[in-house]
């Protein structure tokens, strides 16, 4: 079985700043990575996915994260947020093989400071 | 682009009664999932159908639950007898089996209130 931990529940953030928000899971076989964001009142969109292949990879809004094999993680980093950021992140995980379906971590409710 | 559909927004039932949460996922996936969210909880997984049955189910997926696809473009939850502890937001997914497009496309949810 597979698992994901997001450390942090809430991070808040000056705009224009830089940000990462952290991702560690558990898995004894090989993995797919995903990060979903969720703004207020909406539903789940695809920000990025790590899929195999190199370890950086990039995805919609500026935002990329980088998939590290030693460290079971997979961060998700933007040099300089906005306003529009603000929104839940949710790290997943999933193996590629079976029905491949997506195990969450609780989330980081990411906050934009004017 | 293609999209996951679900109906309705929001629904609001009283306890002991049926509901049905409907989805029309993207018509040339063919693995369904069902996933739902408490209230400022992570999201969990319910179920999964692939080649008209169920596929994999958690333990919340007990026998008040049971999941259709009655027409080819309907995916359906229906939940029995329904419980306090069902209000959530229900998210319906699809997906496409092949390895280059792995990701599990999510429709905007069903915000189930039991009152």
């Known amino acids: 079985a597979q698992s994901v931990t997001q450390l942090d529940s809430q991070v808040p953030v000056f705009e224009e700043a830089p940000v990462e928000l952290r991702c560690n899971y558990s898995s004894s076989v090989s993995v797919y990575l995903f990060w979903y964001v969720q703004y207020p009142n909406q539903g789940l969109q695809l920000l990025l996915k790590?899929?195999?292949?190199?370890?950086l990879v990039k995805g919609i809004n500026g935002f990329e994260a980088e998939f590290n094999k030693s460290q079971t993680s997979f961060h998700l980093r933007k040099p300089s947020v906005h306003i529009s950021d603000t929104a839940e992140y949710f790290c997943a995980v999933t193996t590629p093989f079976g029905n491949e379906k997506l195990t969450f971590g609780t989330g980081t409710r990411l906050t934009i400071i004017p | 682009e293609p999209e996951v559909t679900q109906t309705p927004s929001h629904q609001v039932t009283q306890m002991g009664q049926e509901v049905i949460l409907r989805c029309v996922p993207i018509?040339?996936?063919?693995?369904f999932y069902w996933y739902r969210q408490i209230l400022g909880q992570k999201v969990e997984f319910l179920v999964s159908?692939?080649?008209?049955?169920?596929?994999?189910k958690s333990e919340i997926f007990d026998d008040q639950f049971s999941v259709e696809r009655p027409d080819g473009s309907n995916f359906t939850l229906k939940i029995r007898s329904t419980k306090l502890e069902d209000s959530a937001m229900y998210f319906c997914a699809s997906r496409n089996p092949g390895r280059a497009n792995t990701e599990a496309f999510f429709g905007q949810g069903t915000r189930l209130t039991v009152v």
């Open positions: 018509s040339n996936h063919l693995y």
């Open positions: 159908f692939y080649n008209n049955e169920i596929s994999e």
């Open positions: 790590y899929l195999s292949g190199s370890t």
